[in-house]
DNA sequence: GATTACAGTTTTGTATACAAATTGCCCCTC
DNA sequence: GAGGGGCAATTTGTATACAAAACTGTAATC
């Protein structure tokens, strides 16, 4: 099958990729009968395609007056990355704590080795993934292993709200293009060493920086190609 | 008219009422059918407010699983209020750095003059509402402040993301009858002069002791009755 | 007696059809 | 000629109808 718009898996996730890869630009108009023309399925699933969409703030709507692609996130670059640090600095802390907690009680959570173990093959593909220089795929490596780092820290609420700007975060990526994986990716793994051992602050601490770094480095690059 | 859901004005927004007050309580399953004939309407616009609910995160669904009442916000309750100290002294530490800039430049912005009025009218609004007494309605109206703050920061992902959280943080005063507001709601002119003044430090330090205090009254009421 | 397979029921997902609202255009009036 | 009002075309919102998938209970077999 091919990789475009063939089957009808998921409406949303096909109209996401073409904002992100941007086929679709930002300020473009929307039209539910349009859409539903080009992905081959009726309206009904397209409107709730940008229902979603909109809660991940790719897109924007007003009653009767119809969908369009939200302004670039690069508008907002700075705001996201800020976020980003607090948020996930958060994140890492809480996931530090749970591992001293379970280690401490001596239980075996079943949830957690299942994530955990998930982690070491996303850093095992990751270091393959860079070996082989396939940069492109990266991103979406990235982002699941900062998923999985919200996961260990098994709050609902931080899982929903990373999911929330992991929309804009991915698309800022690949304007991006994601050059700095390279030298980011050992990073991840100080992080989970922290965790692992338990260590709240350096766990918070060294996730705030590889963000900072991140945001970094997108600044720079963007500053040198605008 | 009345209340309780007569008008289908907006059915995410009674539904949304009907599981904060309790009528739905966390873990029912939200049959569509059922919601239909409940809310006299069709299957159609229940399914939208449920992906709008699923959103604010008081529904989960599953595909072709249906949605269920997501488990009550008290659960995560720490976890809200560290990530609004964080997301809310940002918009307003941003709003007094927009506010400072507008009166530098001297301009006049219609969206934000517009924004800032409706601000009294809320502050002015609350005020009456304590003198009344009728504590009942200082939720929504303390809602309406912080929202409109956000707004005022004019940072569209800040808007997005405290509108996710909004639904939860509501859902806990309302378990918490909202004891704390004729206190409370003075300290709002307080981060509205730091805004208007331009002073960013002190904006961001005051909405986070505004927060803290908000979350240690929370968990001292809680703990009394629990 | 327990387990598995199967069918019936229930519930969600989708398509088609129609109503309501907005927007733009044209014509009429001043 | 310019401005306002109303009509029509476009677009979104909603209802009805049908298809697909999941759950449940029963029965048959090991």
Redesign the pocket.
């Known amino acids: 099958m091919a990789d475009s718009h063939d089957a ?1 898996l998921d ?1 949303a996730a096909q109209i996401r990729t073409d904002i992100i890869k941007g086929k679709l630009e930002p300020g473009t ?5 349009a859409l ?1 023309e080009r992905y ?6 397209i ?2 395609a940008l229902r979603t969409l909109e809660a991940d703030g790719l897109v924007e ?7 369009v692609v939200a302004p670039s996130p690069a508008e907002d670059a700075e705001d996201l990355f800020e976020i980003r640090i607090v948020l996930e600095s958060a994140t890492a802390k809480r996931a530090a704590r749970r591992a001293a907690e379970l280690s401490a009680g001596g239980e075996h959570d079943a949830k957690w080795s299942e994530i955990r173990a998930e982690i070491n093959e996303i850093l095992e593909a990751g270091d393959a993934v860079i070996a082989d220089e396939r940069f492109e795929d990266l991103a979406v490596l990235n982002m699941r292993f900062h998923f999985a780092v919200a996961e260990l820290s098994g709050s609902l609420s931080f899982i929903s709200l990373l999911r929330q700007i992991s929309g804009k975060i991915e698309w800022l990526y690949s304007l991006n293009l994601m050059r700095r994986g390279p030298q980011a990716w050992p990073e991840h793994r100080e992080i989970i060493a922290a965790i692992d051992a338990g260590q709240v602050e350096q766990a918070a601490e060294t996730m705030a920086r590889h963000v900072r770094r991140s945001r970094d480095s997108y600044f720079a690059t963007m500053s040198e190609r605008p």
Chains 1, 2 share one sequence.
């Not at 108009?29 to 009968?33: A, C, I, N, P």
């Not at 709507?61 to 969908?67: A, P």
């Open positions: 009808p409406v108009k929307l039209r539910e009968v539903a081959e399925v009726s309206r009904i699933p409107r709730e709507s007003r009653k009767f007056s119809g969908s």
